[in-house]
């Protein structure tokens, strides 16, 4: 059988390091290309060491680099150029925010597959990118968890789906008050209950932000009305999403919580192999399966998510834009945790938006937003 030529995007990063670890689990079944990560070069070396790749990137030129006989390639330049090799059949885009975007169309312009974990790319130009994927026939298969469950719960049956069910974990503050949200510690946000992730998705997990990204995601995933699209915070996490059906009956996707399932469906699609080897779950070890009504009011940014969603437009790009750089000042810092949601409903109302924007439209505001967004903290 042929290897699956796979290239990833973010290799370093947290989904990057498990793809590579679900990669190395099925070594008869793939073939690395290429590998880029941004700036974790020792970690890099380690995995040029281990997979052989043709082609390296870093973001930014570093002698550390030991290519061993790889291309090397920097920066955006790198990125697009990975992702045009036809060579690829699939390229896992696991970079952490806006820099997902450019990669990912070139990727759909030479007709390669996707295994799309960057939200990002999707809630600045899902329009765009489904658009453009539909009429080349590229397949954008989900990495993020939630829309994985969704996509496996539909199982082709597109046209019979009434509802989409996303599930929460509710993140760490889920059980505090709005007085602890606003006092909270960087140290407290990154404290994630149930998944180890990078940094910016885990504050994002904090606020419930990363569930607006989510919903967003999935309507452009799915082609699914805002409407119905439902929140339901889970804090166990067993249950990863759930379809109902026009018949009223609801298949949900259940497991231990591990990314591992999700990317390996994703890169492996349409097959299941024997891979990593994830713990069974235990119906009766597991015993408690709760279900709660999300919090708006100690997590507003989910409303303004959703409320960005339904507008479209520019809307969902200047909130994701304006949240970035809040979440990265918050990192730094700068502001509080709930300074985030002040910033990015300020910055958010003061928007004019585009209806229907072209991606140079969308760079252009994404890239005043960030200025904007900026100038507040300075
Ligand atoms: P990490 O921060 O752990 O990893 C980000 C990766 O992107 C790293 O490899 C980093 O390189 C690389 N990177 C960052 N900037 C650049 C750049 N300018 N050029 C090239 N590479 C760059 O993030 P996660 O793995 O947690 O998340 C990645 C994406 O997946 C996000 O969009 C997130 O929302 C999404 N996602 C993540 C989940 C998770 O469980 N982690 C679940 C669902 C979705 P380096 O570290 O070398 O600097
Ligand atoms: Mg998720």
């Known amino acids: 059988m042929n290897k699956k030529k796979i290239s990833i995007i973010g290799s370093t990063g947290s989904i990057g390091t498990q793809t590579l670890e679900v990669i190395e689990k099925l070594k008869d079944k793939?073939?690395?290309?290429?590998?880029?990560?941004?700036?974790?070069?020792?970690?890099?070396?380690?995995?040029?060491?281990?997979f052989h790749p043709k082609y390296v990137s870093l973001a930014n030129k570093d002698e550390r680099l030991q290519p061993q006989g790889a291309k090397v390639l920097y920066g955006k330049d790198g990125l697009d150029e990975i992702c045009s090799n036809k060579e690829n059949?699939?390229?896992v885009v696991a970079v952490s925010g806006r820099v997902g975007l450019?990669?990912?169309?070139?990727?759909?312009?030479?007709?390669i597959d996707i295994a799309l974990a960057n939200k990002e790319?999707?809630?600045?130009?899902?329009?765009?990118?489904?658009?453009?994927?539909?009429?080349?026939?590229?397949?954008i298969l989900p990495v993020d968890s939630e829309h994985s469950a969704i996509f496996q719960c539909i199982n082709g049956h597109d046209d019979k789906v009434e509802r989409l069910i996303i599930t929460a974990s509710g993140g760490p503050f889920l059980h505090k008050t709005i007085d602890d949200i606003k006092q909270a510690t960087v140290e407290e946000a990154l404290h994630h209950p149930r998944w180890n992730m990078g940094k910016k998705i885990t504050v994002d997990s904090a606020t419930l932000m990363n569930k607006g990204l989510e919903v967003i995601e999935a309507h452009h995933l799915f082609s699914m009305d805002y409407e119905n699209i439902n929140v339901v915070v889970h804090p166990q996490s067993y249950?990863?999403?759930a379809v109902e059906f026009k018949d009223g009956s609801i298949i949900g996707q259940i497991g231990v919580p591990s990314m591992h399932i999700p990317i390996q469906y994703a890169i492996?699609?349409?097959e299941r192999p024997h891979g990593i080897k994830t713990r069974s779950f235990n119906f009766v070890e597991a015993a408690k399966f709760e279900f709660l009504e999300p919090d708006f009011v100690k997590f507003p940014l989910l409303n303004l998510a959703f409320n960005a969603g339904k507008t479209g437009g520019t809307a969902p790009v200047c909130m994701n834009a304006a949240n970035?750089?809040?979440?990265?000042?918050?990192?730094?810092?700068?502001i509080r945790l709930y300074d985030i949601y002040t910033t990015v409903e300020k910055i958010y109302n003061q928007h004019n938006i585009i209806k229907?924007?072209?991606?140079d439209e969308i760079f252009a505001l994404d890239e005043e937003i960030r200025i904007k967004t900026r100038e507040l903290f300075s």
């Open 30 to 50: 793939f073939e690395i290309i290429s590998l880029a990560g941004g700036s974790n070069v020792e970690l890099l070396n380690k995995q040029i060491e281990k």
């Open 89 to 91: 059949d699939i390229i």
């Open 102 to 111: 450019e990669p990912t169309l070139k990727a759909i312009d030479a007709g």
């Open 121 to 139: 790319t999707l809630v600045m130009a899902g329009d765009i990118v489904m658009k453009r994927a539909r009429e080349k026939k590229v397949k």
């Open 239 to 241: 249950l990863h999403s």
């Open 268 to 270: 492996c699609y349409p």
């Open 324 to 334: 970035e750089e809040a979440v990265y000042a918050f990192l730094n810092g700068k």
């Open 356 to 359: 229907s924007p072209n991606i």
